[in-house]
């Protein structure tokens, strides 16, 4: 079903289109319809009522105006031939962690279970060139936090990414993957068993309409889903700029934990995890990761000894597992299943 239980397809309908308009995000959204009622009011507000509002323009307005519901239709009618759905920030299954970070999405299109999205999750990043050190890494830990029942998040590019989702499967456990596409398109292409394998047993997350095709503004939003929805963070091999290490930079800004896999001295994709450790001194990651969860300078769980080993990464992943238990609310309709604390035996990382 596409459209939520209780939702009106008309107004979702509405809601679509306006959310397609260029430079209408999830904020200007919520001020359309607090100032006209319902999307659907939106769309046929008088021009000089649109532009008249907190930060819209009359070019602003003009573009609200020219939007048609039939384009928010063809969205729910694509969506319906794929099995998949959209969430609207109201829905009882649209993710909380998400509705805290700055510039939240004004929507999620889902394939696959949606209830995995309400249950405590942790993120998984790395590089694509990856070393087989790194592989192995990513494959335990992985398959550690997905066994003890936590939900693993990762990008679904080719790599440390798709390693960790299949290996979070492979485990029996759960896995959640935020594209930088749309629905329909297979990015990267070797992927196409593991997108497969995600719907079925997991889920598929994007905030791009079905059939847009991945472009570079997307990825960096994509990468702010993924530590959005996570509550940590792990970093496994990442060079200088990669987007392993902006997904850790938006961790920070959202005041969640990051914590880094130390690699071979000799491995070029491993100087973005090193750095982030040598940073962390006194406990702190200072330099570019200048932003700390807990207001203060750096970041209080990616440096120091803590997280240059195995036995730090693992004491970490089990404090915001147990966070997390803590602070989740049962949720209507969401299938759940029990999270465990995480086996130090998970962790083993290779020598």
């Known amino acids: 079903m596409a459209v939520a239980p209780g939702r009106s397809r008309d107004e979702v309908a509405a809601y679509l289109t306006l959310a397609q308009v260029p430079g209408i995000g999830a904020a200007r959204l919520r001020t359309l319809i607090a100032a006209f009622g319902s999307a659907a009011g939106a769309l046929h507000a008088p021009h000089g009522a649109i532009a008249a509002l907190p930060g819209f323009s009359r070019a602003a307005a003009t573009a609200v105006r020219a939007g048609s519901p039939r384009a928010g239709h063809e969205i729910l009618d694509e969506l319906g031939r794929l099995g998949a759905c959209v969430l609207l920030p109201d829905d009882p299954v649209f993710p909380p962690l998400l509705s805290e970070v700055p510039d939240p999405p004004a929507l999620l299109f889902v394939w696959g279970d949606a209830a995995l999205l309400t249950r405590p999750a942790a993120g998984i990043v790395g590089s694509r060139d990856h070393s087989p050190y790194g592989a192995e890494a990513a494959r335990l830990l992985a398959a550690g936090v997905a066994g003890a029942g936590v939900v693993v998040v990762s990008g679904m590019a080719r790599g440390i990414d798709a390693i ?66 996570a509550g940590v963070t792990v970093v496994i091999e990442a060079a200088p700029g990669s987007g392993a290490l902006i997904t850790a930079d938006c961790a920070l800004d959202q005041g969640r934990a990051v914590l880094a896999v130390p690699g071979p001295i000799t491995s070029p994709t491993s100087l973005g995890c090193n750095k982030l450790i040598q940073q962390g001194a006194g406990g702190h990651c200072r330099g570019r990761y200048g932003r700390g969860a807990d207001g203060a300078d750096g970041a ?9 080993t195995r036995d730090g990464v693992w004491a970490r992943l089990n404090a915001e597992v147990r966070t997390r238990n803590a602070e989740r609310k049962s949720v209507r309709g969401c299938r759940e299943r029990p999270s465990a604390a995480v086996p130090r035996s998970a962790f083993q990382l290779p020598s």
Do not use: Q
């Open 300 to 308: 209080r769980d990616a440096g120091g000894g803590e997280a240059a």
């Open 164 to 229: 960790a989702h299949a290996a979070a499967l492979d485990s029996g456990g759960a896995s959640v993957g935020i594209l930088g596409n749309g629905f329909g398109i297979i990015y990267p292409a070797v992927n196409r068993v593991l997108y497969e394998r995600m719907v079925a047993r997991g889920c598929l997350v994007t905030e791009l309409p079905p059939g847009e095709r991945p472009h570079a503004g997307a990825f960096p939003k994509r990468n702010r889903l993924i530590s959005g929805l």
